[in-house]
């Protein structure tokens, strides 16, 4: 029997230095809660120059990743290094020699993580993950083991800090998209390219990664409905307020009726949900998963998405939960996924055009009669309803544009959308009419 659980650390960057110091500073209530010490053998980085923090152990690091990775005394390969090369061939080379292994990278999961999980399956290794959805949230280890027993109905989620502190600066503070994401720049609160995290990218992967684990579904993030928060103005906020919302940018899943069978329906992308919902109080950059079991009822968890320590604490947690097994010989005793690899499916996802939800509609229009009714007209042709309407700005024939801003019925997305490809080919419609989705259960 191991009586150590000797560590490979892929990485030393955010993450990485954070799993060092954890390690240092809980080590006497990790090795009390595993009943072993863990020790780290190897620290693989690019740069060997590059200034450490001091608890990083200089005779621990090198810039050979694939020694560490398959390094004869390493239990346990915990990659933190991100992206897909060379991380893909590194997990997959200890896996292949029988190493756990234990990652916060979400890409690569989303992208490999089918092949890479049934790797682990037949080595009857464990590859566990709790780190890339939402950081410190324990929410892959609920899906798994606490809500077992249960059917999940829906799973609603805040999974990216940075979109979210972006909104949520924007409600509080009327300012615009653009000014928020420089200032979120600035205090490193988003990427220098943030194209992943508020294109909704991000997001798609980790919902991916839940979507798997809630229903036992094979879930490629291409086949999310995707679209980012860079669409929302200061003006959205106000009128959604005005309504009684606020935005969230949200990532859901659910099972629904879709002909004779169930579909999923995966949808990631900013919403109005009600300023008394659950989601609504999820401020600055926390993630939250709302989820709901069909015995459980509505469950709520909320917590820091991201962080060195919030991080670390999933990934070496994620290790301790390795090492148990390790101890006791019960590799793989919970599947990886939730649900053993045979009874994993292939679900259909329902096409986006077949959603049915309320809708907030804004136009910027000509300041002319019957601009409103021909606006009412087509949306009426496609069965899409008016329930409540804001009509600001313009002056009485002039040319500033006025705005128009509508609540709708439910309506379905596809006739939607076309309304909207025909209301924007108008004369007098003067920017691309704005959608938002009503989430109304979030
Ligand atoms: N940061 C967070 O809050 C957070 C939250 C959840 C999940 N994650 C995930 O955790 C992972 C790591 O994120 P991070 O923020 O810690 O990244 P990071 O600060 O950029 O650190 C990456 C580390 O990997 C090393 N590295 C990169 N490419 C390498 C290569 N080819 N060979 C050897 N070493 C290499 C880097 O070496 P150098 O130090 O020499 O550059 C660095 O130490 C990512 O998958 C990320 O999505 C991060």
């Given at each position: 029997?191991?009586?150590?659980?000797?560590?490979?650390?892929?990485?030393?960057?955010?993450?990485?230095?954070?799993?060092?110091?954890l390690?240092?500073?809980?080590?006497?209530?990790?090795?009390?809660?595993?009943?072993?010490?863990?020790?780290?053998?190897?620290i693989?980085?690019?740069?060997?120059?590059?200034?450490?923090?001091?608890?990083?152990?200089?005779?621990?690091?090198?810039?050979?990743?694939?020694?560490?990775?398959?390094?004869?005394?390493?239990?346990?390969?915990?990659?933190?290094?991100?992206?897909?090369?060379?991380?893909?061939?590194?997990?997959?080379?200890?896996?292949?020699?029988?190493?756990?292994?234990?990652?916060?990278?979400?890409?690569?999961?989303?992208?490999?993580?089918?092949?890479?999980?049934?790797?682990?399956?037949?080595?009857?290794?464990?590859?566990?993950?709790?780190?890339a959805?939402?950081?410190?949230?324990?929410?892959?280890?609920?899906?798994?083991?606490?809500?077992?027993?249960?059917?999940?109905?829906?799973?609603?989620?805040?999974?990216?800090?940075?979109?979210?502190?972006?909104?949520?600066?924007?409600?509080?503070?009327?300012?615009?998209?653009?000014?928020?994401?420089?200032?979120?720049?600035?205090?490193?609160?988003?990427?220098?390219?943030?194209?992943l995290?508020?294109?909704?990218?991000?997001?798609?992967?980790?919902?991916?990664i839940?979507?798997?684990?809630?229903?036992?579904?094979?879930?490629?993030?291409?086949?999310?409905?995707?679209?980012?928060?860079?669409?929302?103005?200061?003006?959205?906020?106000?009128?959604?307020?005005?309504?009684?919302?606020?935005?969230?940018?949200?990532?859901?899943?659910?099972?629904?009726?879709?002909?004779?069978e169930?579909?999923?329906?995966?949808?990631v992308h900013?919403a109005?949900?009600?300023?008394?919902?659950?989601?609504?109080?999820?401020?600055?950059?926390?993630?939250a998963?709302?989820?709901?079991?069909?015995?459980?009822?509505?469950?709520?968890?909320?917590?820091?998405?991201?962080?060195?320590?919030?991080?670390?604490?999933?990934?070496?947690?994620?290790?301790?939960?390795?090492?148990?097994?390790?101890?006791?010989?019960?590799?793989?005793?919970?599947?990886?996924?939730?649900?053993?690899?045979?009874?994993?499916?292939?679900?259909?996802?329902?096409?986006?055009?077949?959603?049915?939800?309320?809708?907030?509609?804004?136009?910027?229009?000509?300041?002319?009669?019957?601009?409103?009714?021909?606006?009412?007209?087509?949306?009426?042709?496609?069965?899409?309803?008016?329930?409540?309407?804001?009509?600001?700005?313009?002056r009485?024939g002039?040319?500033?544009?006025?705005?128009?801003?509508?609540?709708t019925?439910?309506?379905?997305?596809?006739?939607?959308?076309?309304?909207?490809?025909?209301?924007?080919?108008?004369?007098?419609?003067?920017?691309?009419?704005?959608?938002?989705?009503?989430?109304?259960?979030?």
């Amino acid at each position: 029997m191991t009586r150590k659980v000797r560590v490979g650390l892929l990485g030393c960057g955010v993450v990485g230095t954070g799993i060092v110091r954890l390690l240092h500073d809980n080590a006497r209530t990790i090795e009390g809660r595993l009943g072993a010490p863990i020790e780290i053998v190897g620290i693989a980085v690019r740069d060997l120059s590059k200034p450490r923090d001091a608890i990083v152990s200089a005779p621990l690091v090198t810039e050979d990743a694939m020694s560490v990775a398959t390094h004869p005394d390493v239990d346990v390969v915990v990659e933190v290094m991100g992206g897909l090369h060379p991380a893909g061939e590194l997990v997959k080379a200890a896996l292949d020699l029988g190493k756990h292994v234990v990652t916060a990278n979400k890409a690569l999961l989303a992208e490999e993580g089918d092949a890479l999980l049934e790797t682990a399956e037949q080595k009857k290794v464990d590859l566990y993950f709790e780190a890339a959805v939402a950081g410190g949230i324990p929410i892959i280890r609920v899906l798994r083991e606490g809500l077992a027993s249960d059917r999940i109905v829906a799973l609603r989620g805040i999974v990216n800090g940075t979109s979210n502190y972006v909104l949520s600066r924007m409600q509080h503070e009327g300012l615009d998209f653009a000014d928020v994401l420089k200032d979120a720049q600035r205090l490193g609160y988003a990427e220098a390219d943030p194209t992943l995290d508020v294109g909704g990218g991000d997001a798609a992967h980790k919902l991916a990664i839940l979507a798997t684990l809630a229903y036992g579904a094979r879930v490629h993030p291409r086949e999310i409905l995707k679209e980012g928060i860079d669409t929302v103005g200061a003006v959205d906020m106000r009128y959604a307020e005005r309504f009684g919302f606020v935005i969230k940018p949200l990532a859901i899943a659910r099972p629904v009726p879709w002909g004779r069978e169930e579909a999923l329906d995966l949808r990631v992308h900013p919403a109005l949900v009600s300023k008394s919902s659950v989601l609504a109080s999820i401020g600055g950059a926390l993630n939250a998963v709302f989820v709901e079991g069909a015995m459980l009822g509505p469950c709520l968890m909320s917590g820091p998405g991201a962080g060195a320590l919030p991080t670390a604490m999933s990934v070496v947690s994620d290790i301790v939960d390795v090492g148990r097994n390790m101890l006791v010989d019960s590799h793989a005793r919970v599947p990886t996924r939730a649900f053993r690899g045979e009874s994993l499916q292939t679900m259909r996802v329902r096409p986006s055009a077949e959603h049915r939800c309320r809708w907030y509609l804004r136009f910027s229009v000509a300041d002319q009669a019957g601009v409103l009714a021909r606006i009412a007209g087509v949306l009426g042709g496609f069965d899409v309803s008016i329930e409540q309407m804001v009509q600001e700005g313009g002056r009485g024939g002039s040319s500033v544009p006025a705005t128009l801003v509508m609540l709708t019925h439910e309506a379905r997305e596809g006739d939607v959308r076309e309304a909207l490809s025909e209301i924007a080919r108008l004369a007098y419609c003067h920017e691309a009419p704005r959608a938002l989705r009503v989430e109304e259960d979030a």
